[in-house]
Structure formats: C-alpha cells, structure tokens
C-alpha cells in the first residue's frame, strides 16, 4: 500500500485516482491543512501569553495606591510585669529614685494596597489592613500623600472602602467580571509588598472556589502571582485591565510567597463595595432558612437523582422563605437562576443579592422540580432569632413503644415523663429515640438516644408504628435508604438511614 500511494504521488497535479477518489498524498495534504485550521480556530478561544506586560502595566499603575496605617496600642500587662522586675532590680541596688516611669501605650504601623474604583477619591482595601487604624495614609502613584477616612468595612469578607480628598479627578480602575474568569488565564497583581510601592507581578488562575475557612463566604481566586506581606488590599487585574479579585490572603510556611495566593473574586467584592458605598455598611439578602449537606445516602432517600442542592433543615418563622412556601425538607437547586451545586454555594448567592429582590427559586419537593418565588429579607440578628419546625400536629399519642431490630433501633412515644427525662417541650412532636444499638445501621448513621424522629421520608410521624409502616413500605417499593428528620438539642437535622437487606 506505501509503495502504491508513492506512484499514486507521481501522477500529474490534479489527476484522479482510478477507483474515482482524488489521490491520496492530495487528501493527506488537504487533511492535514484542515485539522491546522481546525487547531488554530480551537486555540483562538483562548487568550495566549502576551509577549509583554508593560503597556498594561503602564495604564493599571495609578489605579493602584499604597495604604499605611498607624494605632495606639494599650501595653499594661507587659509593662507591669517589666516594671515589677525593675522595681525589684533597683531595690536590690539601693538606688534612692527607684525604677524608671514605663510607657503605657506604644504606637505601631503596618503597610497594605488598595486600588482607586472612583475618580472622586474611593479606595478599596482589606478590612485587615486598616482594622482598629487610628491614621490611615494612602500614596499615590505620583507619591502623593494623602489621608483618608474609612467609609465602612464587612470583617465577613475582609473588605474596606476608603475615602481621599482631592481636588483632581484620580485614575479609577474597572470592575471585571470573576465568573468569566477560567483556570490557566493570565492574571496581573499590583502592589506594596514589603513597602515596595508599585510592584507588577504576573501569573495565572490556579483555582476557584476555594475555602480556606476565612469566613463564611469563602469563594476565593487562587493565583500563583507572587504576592507578599504589604499586598493585601491590591487588585488581580485580567488582561483587559479589569480588576477580578482583591488579594487578601497567601499560604505560606515560611512568610514569604510560595506561588499560592486568594484573592476576593470582583463577582463578591463589587457588591459589598457598593452597599458600603451607599450604606456605610453591608446589607445582605437573608432567605431564613437553615440548611444542610445533601450527602449521597440523603439523594438516595429523597429520591434525588444527584446529591446536588442545600437541604432544608429547619426554616426561620416569618421569613422570605416561609413566607414563599418553602418547605422543611426542601433541596434547593437553583436560586435566582443559578445553579445550587451544594450546600456551601447558596449562603453567599444569598448574601450577594440585593434586599428586597424577588427571586425564583426551584426547590426538590415530592419527587419532582418546583419553583417558588421568594423576597429577600435583610440578614440581622432580630430576623434570625430562631427557627421554627412544622406546625402543631395535635395533642401528644397515647403511650407506646416500638423496635426496628433489623436497623438496631427502640422508639417510644412522647410521653409526658419521657419529655421531663429529655427536657423537651411540650409543643414538640414526633417519636422518641429510646435506644440505639452501637453495632447497628442507625448508630451507624448518627442517631442517638434522646432524637426525636419528627418525618419519615417528609412525612410527620407521632407513633412508633408509624415508622414500622414507612420502613415496611420503603423495602416494598426496592428502596435502600429513607430519610428522617431528628429534632436534637433544639436543632432540625436529616439523617438518611440505610435500610440493610430488611
């Protein structure tokens, strides 16, 4: 066939083969230029490697300012120690005027970034570079000094914004959108490490999404660009010069950059720079609800095709979602038409939405997709004064107990001297855990004496025949798992619990 193909190759340019086909060296040929063109048409969607960051840098330099902060800080404790040392070191040695008079307060100083995000002198920062700050100087590019005044802060996300006056407009820097941002894209940090004003530094998305347990929305960019001690507070540009993240964080054992650095994606940052711009403090949307990791034993039980979604635990009486027909048992899976991947997403789409919004949102209820539609609230410590279960489900059953051997589970009904032996009150309603077997399939799943089974598979139980029938059921229909919901120590919880081979 290789020698056939050569004289095949020898015929004149444009001859057809005799089986009616162009001639093999010409269809390699032609092939091989379409998947060149193919290739270069694939590699068109990403963005390459500049050649030079320069003229970037150029034009993102005197967005970027160098923040240096300075507070009294109260030192009694240490001082008396050092003065009672003296006090004993001048005695000993008669001198007649005894110790020295010490200090009480010494004044100290630390150097963070910011970028200018409005030309009439707005910066923002971190919150801890300028927390508990008593003077706050910001350097311009030109090295203009200047002093400004915080116009608020949010510790949740570690964010500041920071007010100058000037009487010039100042080179402000743009929002980018971190949503859009893909791992392997180039990125630009800019900022003070060390005091090193004005430091360009480059590299590239490692990660997204990453919770490093620095506080509740965790949601952080990872970059490899070098960042350092004195950054905290700068922008991670895109290489359309738009800011996309605030480096706030770095993980290092020794102190210095290792290559693994976070920073506030802008898709966060925008918005609680905004409310602090028009509040002087964050305003978050609250939907009132507690709510739970859908693990796979719990998707098997609720039927759901994926463990997907934030469970619904229990739901705060009178809130946005009790008041839009959210139910306790609820898995939502999207919100305001995004996607609910788990339970850890939800807190900050909530969170980042405006109050008062009303929003969509598709909920697992029975077996199938439903959509609700829900007004935020405003998140504050008199909204969340506590969750509610289910209502009143009548007056409590008559005494009765019950076992589920198989599963290594006793039950009781809720008596009056069972609730004084757990303290549990009155309006609580459901079956009572009375013992569990520590080598069976409900120890094995978290249930403890003292829970009460308030639902089974979403539906409310008061006696312990109850929960026979629905086990009973359960196995009848080849289901492997049912879902419980425990009331323990005041909290809502579901279970999922296997039901073994029955």
Do not use: C
Request: charged residues 25%.
């Amino acid at each position: 066939m290789f020698e056939r193909t050569l004289d095949v190759a020898a015929q004149a340019p444009g001859e057809k083969h005799a089986i009616g086909g162009w001639r093999p060296l010409a269809m390699l040929q032609a092939l091989a230029v379409l998947v060149i063109a193919m290739t270069l048409g694939a590699s068109a969607q990403a963005r390459s490697a500049p050649e030079s960051f320069a003229d970037l840098a150029d034009e993102l330099l005197p967005t970027v300012v160098n923040i240096s902060t300075s507070q009294v800080i109260e030192d009694n404790g240490r001082i008396d120690n050092f003065e009672e040392l003296f006090r004993e070191f001048f005695e000993e040695r008669g001198e007649p005027n005894g110790a020295p008079d010490f200090p009480r307060q010494r004044r100290t100083s630390s150097l963070g970034s910011g970028f200018i995000i409005d030309s009439e002198g707005y910066i923002v920062t971190n919150n801890h570079v300028v927390a508990n700050a008593d003077e706050i100087t910001v350097r311009l590019h030109d090295n203009t000094t200047l002093e400004a005044e915080i116009v608020g802060t949010d510790d949740k996300t570690d964010l500041a914004l920071l007010k100058v006056e000037t009487d010039r407009e100042l080179p402000a820097a743009q929002w980018g959108d971190s949503d859009e941002a893909r791992v392997g894209e180039w990125i630009l940090a800019i900022g003070n490490p060390y005091g090193l004003g004005g430091s360009v530094t480059a590299g590239i998305i490692s990660a997204r999404q990453r919770d490093i347990n620095a506080g509740p929305y965790d949601d952080f960019l990872q970059t490899d660009a070098s960042i350092n001690r004195g950054n905290s507070g700068g922008p991670t540009f895109d290489m359309e010069g738009r800011v996309i993240g605030v480096n706030t964080a770095i993980f290092s054992p020794s102190g210095g950059s290792v290559g693994i650095g976070f920073a506030i994606p802008s898709a966060m940052a925008r918005n609680v720079i905004a409310s602090l711009k028009e509040h002087g403090e964050v305003r978050r949307g609250w939907l009132g609800v507690q709510i739970q990791t859908v693990t796979d034993e719990l998707a098997e039980g609720l039927r759901l095709p994926e463990a997907e979604g934030a469970l619904v635990a229990s739901l705060f009486e009178g809130g946005p979602a009790a008041e839009g027909g959210i139910e306790q048992g609820d898995v939502i899976l999207e919100f305001d038409g995004r996607e609910v991947t788990d339970m850890r997403s939800l807190p900050r789409m909530v969170a980042e939405t405006r109050v008062g919004k009303e929003v969509e949102v598709v909920v697992w209820r029975g077996g199938e997709r439903q959509t609700v539609e829900v007004t935020l609230g405003e998140m504050d410590e008199d909204a969340m004064s506590g969750p509610s279960g289910e209502e009143d489900r009548g007056e409590a059953p008559e005494p009765e107990s019950g076992a589920l051997e198989d599963l290594g589970l006793e039950l009781g009904s809720l008596t009056e001297e069972r609730r004084n032996n757990y303290g549990l009150a009155e309006d609580v309603d459901g079956v009572l855990v009375t013992d569990v077997d520590p080598t069976g399939l409900a120890a094995d799943s978290g249930l403890q004496p003292g829970d009460v089974i308030a639902e089974v598979d979403q539906e409310p139980v008061t006696r312990p025949a109850e929960i026979e029938e629905s086990v009973a059921a359960a196995r009848r229909e080849g289901y492997r798992v049912i879902t419980l919901l425990i009331l323990r120590e005041g909290d809502f919880l579901w279970v999922a619990l296997p039901l073994g081979d029955g």
